[in-house]
């Protein structure tokens, strides 16, 4: 390469290119979007739901003979019949029983599945639920129990690691936008979304799975599923810069 293409190459990578800087101030706001929810993930949802499955599962039963109230904190077993049952699998995947006869409660409950209970159900069947906060939280008959959608569930690993994921996302919309934003050849053609984004994004997400599903089955807490993604993460994008930027070189 003569010395009058080198500066002309070089002073291509400064030159800023229109529409460019655009761009890059598009990904900063989009940027906001997912960094929006992962703080609602870890400062709403999480506290939320955590806070809710600790005052459940330390509720204690009610008094014996003691009179119904409404939104009470005591769990108590109550006797329902069974009026209608409805299991609508397929892309609906809608499972509902239609509880009368409660005292304090009748209506209808949403379940995930059909099992293992819903399927041996019918109407006319009597049921015993249990009962939190004036909401119905399990059915059961003898020793078969199903709970309902609205019944706390230890899932926060699971959420974490989504909310984690969120923000990870989000970092990397700053990244991209900010080296756009220089407006240099140089930087923003390695910050595309076939060159890194794409494989990046994939690679954030098989991470946070991963690490999220690991942490539920193994019971680890919750506020350690973020720094493992985060690190891996990190490292991962560094890896595949320094490979973007070896195939860009001039040979």
Same mark, same amino acid.
């Given at each position: 390469?003569?010395?009058?293409?080198?500066?002309?190459s =070089?002073?291509q990578?400064?030159? +800023?290119? +229109?529409?460019? $800087?655009?761009?890059?101030?598009?990904? /900063?706001?989009?940027?906001l979007?997912?960094?929006?929810v992962?703080?609602?993930?870890?400062a709403?949802? /999480?506290? @939320?739901?955590?806070?809710?499955?600790r005052?459940?599962?330390?509720?204690?039963?009610c008094?014996?003979?003691?009179?119904?109230?409404?939104?009470?904190?005591?769990?108590r077993?109550?006797?329902?019949?069974?009026?209608?049952?409805?299991?609508?699998?397929?892309?609906?995947?809608?499972?509902?029983?239609?509880?009368t006869?409660?005292? @304090?409660?009748?209506?209808? %409950?949403?379940?995930?599945g059909?099992?293992? %209970?819903?399927?041996?159900?019918? +109407?006319?069947?009597?049921?015993?639920?249990?009962?939190?906060q004036? =909401?119905?939280?399990?059915?059961?008959?003898?020793?078969?129990?199903?709970?309902?959608?609205?019944?706390?569930?230890?899932? !926060?690993?699971?959420? *974490?690691?989504?909310?984690?994921?969120?923000?990870?996302?989000?970092a %990397?919309?700053?990244?991209?936008? *900010?080296? $756009? %934003?220089?407006?240099?050849?140089? /930087?923003?053609? $390695?910050?595309?979304?076939?060159g890194?984004?794409?494989?990046?994004?994939?690679?954030? !997400? !098989?991470?946070? /799975? *991963?690490?999220?599903?690991? @942490?539920?089955?193994?019971?680890?807490?919750?506020? !350690?599923?973020?720094?493992?993604?985060?690190?891996?993460?990190a490292?991962t =994008?560094?890896?595949?810069?320094?490979? $973007?930027?070896?195939q860009?070189? +001039? =040979?």
């Open positions: 390469m003569t010395p009058g293409n080198s500066e002309r =070089a002073a990578t400064q030159v +800023p290119v +229109p529409g460019e $800087r655009g761009i890059g101030a598009l990904l /900063l706001l989009v940027s979007i997912p960094a929006t992962c703080w609602f993930v870890f709403v949802q /999480l506290p @939320s739901d955590t806070g809710r499955l005052d459940y599962t330390a509720a204690p039963p008094a014996a003979g003691s009179a119904v109230q409404q939104g009470e904190r005591c769990v077993a109550v006797p329902f019949t069974v009026e209608e049952v409805r299991l609508n699998g397929g892309r609906g995947q809608r499972f509902t029983v239609t509880l006869g409660g005292p @304090s409660w009748r209506g209808k %409950l949403h379940f995930g059909p099992g293992p %209970l819903l399927e041996r159900l019918g +109407p006319g069947d009597r049921v015993t639920g249990t009962v939190w004036g =909401a119905v939280m399990a059915l059961a008959v003898g020793d078969v129990r199903q709970e309902t959608a609205e019944e706390p569930r230890d899932e !926060a690993q699971i959420l *974490a690691g989504f909310g984690t994921y969120t923000g990870l996302a989000a %990397l919309g700053l990244w991209f936008g *900010a080296a $756009r %934003l220089t407006g240099r050849r140089r /930087l923003y053609e $390695r910050h595309t979304w076939r890194l984004g794409r494989p990046l994004l994939i690679a954030m !997400a !098989a991470i946070c /799975l *991963a690490v999220a599903v690991t @942490s539920y089955v193994l019971g680890i807490p919750w506020w !350690a599923v973020p720094v493992v993604p985060t690190l891996l993460s490292f =994008a560094r890896q595949f810069d320094r490979y $973007r930027r070896q860009s070189a +001039p =040979a």
